[in-house]
């Protein structure tokens, strides 16, 4: 399951802003190419469809857990 609540098209551009919730429901705002997204919801594993975003940023999308929710968790 991924946590993106929303995309919002960038006007003009190739990319897409992606609305992505966390387990606090927090929300957090990722830049994406709109071409990668696609690929992402057609199951294209995330890594290769977003190398340009950070793993921490890859698992909020993927799992909700913020690096500092992980550290909590695995201390």
């Avoid at 990319?15 to 990668?36: G, P, Q, R, Y």
């Amino acid at each position: 399951m991924n946590r993106i609540k929303d995309v919002y098209e960038i006007e003009n551009s190739e990319w897409v802003t992606l609305e992505v919730v966390d387990n606090d429901n927090v929300s957090h705002f990722m830049d994406v190419k709109a071409i990668d997204y696609e690929a992402y919801e057609n199951g294209e594993l995330i890594q290769s469809c977003f190398p340009y975003l950070s793993i921490e940023q890859r698992e909020i999308i993927i799992s909700g857990l913020t690096d500092e929710m992980w550290k909590t968790l695995f201390r």
